[in-house]
């Protein structure tokens, strides 16, 4: 189960920007996903930038590649004209603390670890985080992906692996990830968000694990926010 742990853990902080009414009227939705990520929406910063205006964003390599994670994970924390599209979703910037459960069934969650996250925004459109538990330490990064009209997920585990997810709204801002490719033959994952409060230093996420058509796992995660970025992930000239 810990393997299992590891590999569904740190997805689960994207998809954070706006509010549910409540749990009915987002199930009501859930057959109803958005696919167009441009749709106006409240709440967008004023500092965020307008969907005609991406030629000078950083372009995605062809490949990701471990060096390409740690190099956006390496640049400091700067939100300042933020594409559109990710801050509408993106996650508190700062330190949070994360209590996961897992079991095999919804009524048996008996599984349950503790993680730490730092979150950042870097060059307008990535945001990028570190994830520990224990000794364990992953590196990931989400982004707005406008050939493919996706949002999209890489992360890199301690062995070097990259996982890949692909996400889209499904209600307002919030956001559902599929898995695309994972170390384990066979597994596919997918993940929404089932609460936020407003001042987003609380969140709650839920998901589930399939091994071909069989859940083999079912995963909550609670987030708390516990403060602002340390100085070493700031520019100097932002702080």
């Known amino acids: 189960m810990k393997r299992l742990v590891l590999l569904f853990s740190c997805l689960f902080l994207i998809g954070c920007g706006d509010k549910k009414e409540s749990n009915e009227s987002a199930e009501t939705s859930a057959g109803s996903v958005i696919e167009n990520s441009e749709e106006e929406s409240e709440g967008v910063t004023t500092a965020a930038v307008r ?11 062809e490949e990701i590649t471990k060096e390409f994670i740690m190099g956006l994970w390496a640049k ?21 603390k994360v209590v996961t459960t897992m079991g095999p069934d919804k009524r048996e969650m ?16 990535f945001q990028v985080w570190q994830w520990s538990v224990d000794e364990h330490i992953e590196y990931s990064f989400v982004t707005y992906d406008y050939d493919a009209k996706r949002y999209r997920w890489w992360g890199v ?3 070097g692996f990259i996982m890949e ?10 956001l559902e990830w599929e898995t695309v490719k994972l170390p384990e033959e066979g ?12 001042d987003r230093k609380k969140l709650e996420m839920t998901g589930t694990m399939k091994q071909g058509d069989e859940v ?6 609670e987030f708390t926010w516990l403060s602002e970025l340390p100085e070493e992930h700031r520019l100097s000239e932002v702080k």
Not at 165 to 174: A, E, F, K, M
Not at 216 to 221: E, G, L, Q, S
Request: proline share 5%.
């Open 76 to 96: 400091p924390h700067d939100d300042r004209g933020m594409i559109k599209e990710l801050a509408n979703v993106c996650a508190r910037e700062g330190l949070w």
């Open 51 to 61: 969907k005609d205006d991406i030629s000078d964003l950083p372009t995605l390599p």
């Open 216 to 221: 083999v796992a079912y995963r909550k995660d």
């Open 165 to 174: 997810w692909s996400g889209r709204r499904y209600w307002r801002n919030l």
């Open 110 to 125: 008996n599984d349950s670890s503790e993680a730490s996250m730092t979150v950042k925004i870097v060059d307008r459109r």
């Open 157 to 159: 585990l301690p062995d």
């Open 187 to 198: 597994l596919a994952m997918t993940i929404r968000e089932t609460r936020i409060t407003e």
